[in-house]
């Protein structure tokens, strides 16, 4: 019964993971067979010239290059305002606080990344309709406002990642730094952190593609149709999501919605060259803090 039961598990992890990337490859496959045919330089730069755009001395108002600055501009703002606060509140939790104030502050972090993005979009747009009139009529949507409400939105994933990979470092290693005379605060920075940095760095990228793809909380906050490259954090911005949702909704025409499909393309493109960068820091850095120092 044993043997059977293990083939059985077996046969049925296998399964699944087939179905999740023979999923993915289909996934891939229909946004590859629908929008190859978009996918040249003037999808991206229109009908402005290639140098003139990467200097920006000419705007582009026919392609999505400033969608593309835009929603990396958004990624980097985002993440800046939440690692910090997100490795603070999880060293707390993991490291400081008493088993009352743990389960109470991880029920609200649960609760947290339990809402809806479009409630937190609403919550943000709000604030900034409550500042605009009671603060400063310069106070409009924008790019930090998106950024901040992103921020926001991916804090429970960078908290509770954080805490979980400072609570399963091996008591062995935990004890390291105390036994060599190291204050709580030297043995965090010095051994729990740098064994624990994959982990976190894993919480850290799954934060940046979350705030890649968002839609809901980007369209109330902040993106616009057209606005060109950013050159503000106080004014609206493209957004390749919101530039894929716009375009779905309303396109006129088979070729507008193969612009579409492949603004899709170029946004997997642009999470998965983040990744990648984001695995290499993580294998360099892990080396550089466990063996360099």
Same mark, same amino acid.
């Given at each position: 019964?044993?043997?059977?039961g293990?083939?059985?598990?077996h046969?049925?992890?296998?399964?699944?993971?087939?179905?999740i #990337?023979g999923s993915?490859?289909?996934l891939?496959s229909?946004?590859? #067979?629908?929008?190859?045919t978009?996918l040249n330089l003037?999808?991206i730069?229109?009908?402005?010239p290639?140098?003139?755009?990467l200097?920006?001395?000419?705007?582009? #108002?026919?392609?999505?290059?400033p969608?593309?600055v835009?929603t990396?501009a958004l990624?980097?703002l985002?993440?800046?305002?939440?690692?910090p606060v997100?490795l /603070?509140?999880?060293?707390?939790m993991a490291?400081?606080?008493?088993?009352?104030?743990?389960?109470?502050?991880?029920?609200?972090?649960?609760? /947290?990344?339990?809402?809806p993005?479009i409630?937190?979009?609403?919550f943000?747009?709000?604030?900034?309709?409550?500042l605009?009139?009671?603060?400063?009529?310069?106070?409009?949507?924008s790019?930090?406002?998106?950024?901040?409400?992103?921020a926001?939105l991916?804090?429970?994933y960078?908290v509770?990642?954080?805490?979980?990979?400072l609570e399963?470092v091996?008591q062995s290693?935990r004890l390291?730094g105390i036994?060599?005379?190291a204050?709580?605060l030297?043995n965090i920075?010095h051994?729990?952190?740098p064994?624990s940095?994959?982990?976190i760095?894993?919480?850290?990228?799954?934060?940046?593609?979350?705030?890649?793809?968002d839609?809901a909380?980007?369209?109330?906050?902040?993106?616009?149709?057209?606005?060109?490259?950013?050159?503000?954090?106080?004014k609206g911005?493209?957004a390749?999501? #919101?530039?894929i949702y716009?375009?779905s909704?309303?396109?006129?025409s088979e070729?507008? /919605?193969?612009?579409g499909f492949?603004?899709?393309?170029?946004l997997?493109?642009?999470c998965?060259t983040l990744?990648?960068?984001?695995?290499?820091i993580q294998?360099?850095?892990?080396?550089v803090?466990l063996?360099?120092?």
């Open positions: 019964m044993n043997r059977w293990e083939r059985a598990v046969s049925l992890s296998f399964m699944a993971c087939t179905i #990337f993915l490859a289909a891939l229909y946004l590859v #067979f629908k929008g190859y978009a003037s999808l730069f229109g009908s402005t290639v140098v003139d755009t200097l920006l001395k000419r705007e582009v #108002f026919d392609g999505i290059f969608a593309m835009g990396l990624v980097v985002a993440i800046t305002a939440a690692v997100g /603070l509140a999880g060293i707390y490291e400081y606080s008493n088993p009352f104030t743990k389960k109470v502050f991880g029920f609200l972090f649960d609760l /947290l990344s339990a809402i993005s409630v937190v979009g609403l943000g747009f709000s604030v900034i309709l409550f605009h009139s009671h603060v400063s009529e310069t106070l409009v949507p790019l930090l406002v998106s950024a901040l409400s992103l926001f991916v804090l429970p960078i509770r990642t954080t805490q979980i990979a399963t091996p290693v390291t036994a060599l005379g204050t709580p030297q920075i051994c729990l952190i064994h940095f994959t982990a760095l894993g919480g850290i990228i799954l934060a940046v593609g979350r705030c890649a793809e839609t909380v980007i369209m109330l906050t902040g993106a616009v149709a057209s606005a060109g490259v950013p050159n503000s954090l106080f911005f493209e390749l999501p #919101f530039y716009y375009i909704s309303q396109y006129t070729a507008e /919605l193969a612009k492949g603004a899709c393309i170029i997997i493109v642009i998965a990744f990648s960068v984001a695995a290499l294998k360099k850095a892990q080396h803090l063996y360099t120092r």
